[in-house]
């Protein structure tokens, strides 16, 4: 790293705190940036490729190895795909069910970011560990937490780690109603702990900053909420907008405005909508469905003075934690009103073409299409996770930051840049789907 008048490069190797392998790479040209970058070089996994010619079955048990913080994200977006081909929806309260596990990754997810991940830059300590020797009590209530969201999961999903209990149509086997009585007591606890989190967060002290980028999230509205739900905060769903009111789809139509590039310096596709970076995240489900928080979460907005649209992704981590409050609160609601589905699935019958999925992974937004032939197989799969869509935000940050602060220092600056990054709560391995390969022989 260098720092000289009017030239500078700020470069490091491996960012630390986020999920994957990537790097930073800034370079100041006359007091300009003339590059900025969310380097992303962990080997791409292919999942796309391997999908193909699989039973349609079989993408919920596949998908889910692409992540083990947010596994059920790809196993329901890899699901309502499906379904939307098959031509099937699943009854009520199998999409309770649904939900219900999707609140457990919400929370075990948000809470490793909050306190684990991000809170260490706002409170001057390298890591979690060094964080622990000051504030035990915050590394112990993460804990806490992220084991009440992994026990949601082991019960519901069959283990905390890639679900093995998902299947299209539903569940292999339902809980029993007395298994899901015995979270109460520790969500009773999560929910008062959440609280907690917004009020210690929104006491942070945050940079000034505000994205120029717009918004695009699931909506939902007070007639059909996102989740099978009506009015409920959109975590499942079909319908995709964007803050601006520029954008109003249903997710069969996302390919038509949503394109991917690949970049010389990243082995993750970037997302592009009308040529421009856009946000995908807390901040856009916030700004979109605001109205929809349940009603502690939204006082909890309130109480951390939290705006309508909230623009500085420093204080995303306000928003996730008021997203904290949501999902425990949604989860009891849900553990309070369980009974055991009739069924634990419904049949899925096969039949050829294409279909769309979407929800709501704790980074953002994740899109399947999946097309099949008369024998189930698939024929193309294609997955969009957040922080490919994220990747042009976060670099069009990073030069806008710089180019704000070039009176810090390399070693602040760079910080700055460092936290910036993890603002979004990348997870680089789940963006890291493509790679452009060329030969030369001679």
């Known amino acids: 790293m260098t720092h000289r008048t009017g030239n500078r490069l700020l470069q490091v190797g491996a960012l630390a705190r986020v999920e994957g392998e990537g790097a930073l790479y800034v370079q100041v040209d006359d007091d300009r940036v003339t590059a900025a970058q969310l380097q992303i070089y962990e080997p791409p996994r292919f999942f796309e490729a391997f999908l193909r010619g699989r039973?349609?079955?079989?993408?919920?048990?596949?998908?889910?190895?692409?992540?083990?913080?947010?596994?059920?994200?790809?196993?329901?977006?890899?699901?309502?795909?499906?379904?939307?081909v098959c031509g099937v929806a699943v009854p009520d309260d199998i999409a309770a069910l649904r939900q219900l596990l999707y609140c457990g990754e919400w929370i075990e997810s948000h809470a490793l970011h909050i306190y684990l991940l991000h809170a260490p830059d706002f409170l001057g300590y390298d890591g979690a560990i060094e964080m622990a020797r000051d504030h035990r009590d915050l590394v112990q209530q993460a804990l806490r937490l992220k084991?009440?969201?992994?026990?949601?999961?082991?019960?519901?999903?069959?283990?905390?780690v890639h679900p093995?209990?998902?299947?299209?149509?539903?569940?292999?086997?339902?809980?029993?109603?007395?298994?899901?009585?015995a979270l109460e007591p520790?969500?009773?606890?999560?929910?008062?702990?959440?609280?907690?989190?917004?009020?210690?967060?929104?006491?942070?002290?945050?940079?000034?900053?505000?994205?120029?980028?717009?918004?695009?999230?699931?909506?939902?509205?007070?007639?059909?909420?996102g989740m099978s739900c009506s009015g409920t905060y959109p975590i499942m769903g079909r319908r995709i907008a964007a803050a601006s009111g520029r954008l109003d789809i249903d997710v069969a139509a996302f390919t038509e405005h949503f394109r991917e590039e690949h970049l010389p310096h990243s082995t993750a596709?970037?997302?592009?909508?009308?040529?421009?970076?856009?946000?995908?995240?807390?901040?856009?489900?916030?700004?979109?469905?605001?109205?929809?928080?349940?009603?502690?979460?939204?006082?909890?907005?309130?109480?951390?003075?939290?705006?309508?649209?909230?623009?500085?992704?420093?204080?995303?981590i306000i928003?996730?934690?008021?997203?904290?409050?949501?999902?425990?609160?949604?989860?009891?609601?849900?553990?309070?009103?369980?009974?055991?589905?009739?069924?634990?699935?419904?049949?899925?019958?096969?039949?050829?073409?294409?279909?769309?999925?979407?929800?709501?992974?704790?980074?953002?937004?994740?899109?399947?299409?999946y097309e099949i032939d008369d024998d189930g197989l698939i024929v193309s799969a294609t997955i969009v996770p957040p922080t490919a869509q994220n990747q042009p935000a976060i670099e069009h940050d990073l030069q806008h930051l710089v180019e704000d602060n070039?009176?810090?220092?390399?070693?602040?600056?760079?910080?700055?840049?460092?936290?910036?990054?993890?603002?979004?709560?990348?997870?680089?391995?789940c963006a890291t789907h493509f790679l452009r390969l060329e030969v030369h022989r001679a």
């Open 55 to 84: 039973h349609c079955s079989e993408p919920p048990d596949i998908t889910a190895r692409i992540c083990g913080i947010c596994p059920v994200a790809y196993q329901m977006s890899a699901c309502l795909a499906i379904e939307d």
């Open 147 to 160: 084991k009440i969201g992994n026990a949601i999961l082991e019960l519901i999903g069959g283990r905390a």
């Open 164 to 181: 093995i209990n998902v299947r299209v149509g539903g569940f292999y086997r339902s809980p029993t109603a007395a298994d899901i009585a």
């Open 186 to 225: 520790e969500l009773q606890w999560a929910l008062q702990a959440s609280w907690d989190t917004v009020a210690r967060v929104a006491a942070f002290d945050f940079p000034d900053y505000d994205g120029d980028w717009d918004l695009v999230a699931l909506a939902g509205s007070e007639d059909s909420g």
């Open 269 to 316: 596709l970037h997302g592009r909508w009308d040529g421009g970076p856009y946000l995908v995240g807390p901040l856009a489900r916030y700004a979109l469905n605001r109205a929809l928080l349940p009603e502690q979460a939204r006082a909890a907005a309130q109480a951390a003075g939290l705006e309508e649209v909230c623009r500085n992704p420093f204080r995303s």
């Open 319 to 369: 928003v996730r934690a008021v997203e904290l409050v949501a999902a425990c609160e949604m989860a009891l609601d849900l553990v309070r009103g369980y009974r055991p589905p009739r069924e634990p699935f419904v049949e899925v019958p096969v039949r050829a073409g294409v279909g769309h999925g979407v929800s709501e992974a704790p980074r953002g937004l994740l899109y399947h299409r």
């Open 406 to 429: 070039l009176d810090l220092g390399d070693g602040e600056l760079t910080h700055r840049c460092e936290q910036a990054i993890r603002n979004y709560d990348p997870c680089i391995s």
